[in-house]
Nanobody, 127 residues
């Protein structure tokens, strides 16, 4: 069974850092674009970052550029999201995603078109 499992969420103070991990199981995720979306309370789910299946191409939402970095370990089927300079507005549930399209397309796709989702991990940033 194909599955994405996130970990690494938690609570930090503003200016702090967290590193999220997404382990993939049971599928051909190594050849899929992967990414991260987030959903804050009362808001719609939004794109955060994506990475091509080779790991060579990365895309970021404007609000995280220069603060977040996505990477992947294809040998171990893990995708990471390093989050630095966290702010209270980054508070949300972060979801790992995978899709057969490109990482660039994932950055503009409506969330309901994305094939695979993890269960989400909570990130809370206090001021």
């Amino acid at each position: 069974q194909e599955q994405l499992v996130e970990s690494g969420g938690g609570s930090v103070e503003a200016g702090g850092s967290l590193k999220l991990s997404c382990a993939s199981f049971g599928g051909t995720f190594a050849t899929k674009a992967m990414g991260w979306f987030r959903q804050a309370p009362g808001k719609e789910r939004e794109f955060v970052s994506s990475i091509s299946w080779t790991g060579e191409l990365t895309y970021y939402a404007d609000f995280v550029k220069g603060r977040f970095a996505i990477s992947r370990d294809r040998a171990n089927n893990v995708v990471y999201l390093q989050m630095n300079s966290l702010q209270p507005e980054d508070t949300a549930v972060y979801f790992c995603t995978a899709d057969g399209t490109t990482a660039e397309a994932m950055s503009t796709m409506a969330p309901h078109f994305i094939d695979y989702w993890g269960q989400g991990t909570q990130v809370t940033v206090s001021s």
